[in-house]
């Protein structure tokens, strides 16, 4: 009953990792899959817009907010649910980078 945007900067967090585990119902399911069914399965309601970009600033505005993309694009919402993806940065130990999300962990 609500109009949502989602606004996805298309990186995932565990894009490396071969299989994604503890989530009900979808253990073992490789990180890129979980993200087009998850798509899919939100493509079905009407009220719901999905834009691959990033997201720039969020001001406060009469009646809600503006949202400025990266694009140059600027957005009204009455409110936010601002997630944002971490970024790991690994520490400088040689051939530690090959191993992310495969046998190395956060």
Known sequence: MRR???????????????A??????R???L????RATAYQELSRYDTVERREG?????????????VETMDGSV????????TIG????LPA?????PLWGKGVHH
């Not at 990033?54 to 503006?66: C, H, N, P, S």
């Not at 957005?75 to 601002?82: F, G, R």
């Not at 971490?86 to 940065?89: K, T």
């Open 54 to 66: 990033l997201v720039d600033d969020i001001r406060k505005a009469e009646g809600g907010f503006l």
């Open 31 to 34: 990180p890129h899959d979980f």
């Open 75 to 82: 957005l009204s919402a009455h409110k936010i649910l601002l």
């Open 20 to 25: 994604m585990h503890s989530y009900l119902s």
């Open 4 to 18: 949502t945007l989602v606004i996805d900067g298309g990186v995932s967090r565990n894009a490396a990792a071969p």
């Open 93 to 97: 130990i040689k051939r530690l980078a």
């Open 27 to 29: 253990d073992s399911i």
């Open 86 to 89: 971490l970024v790991d940065q």
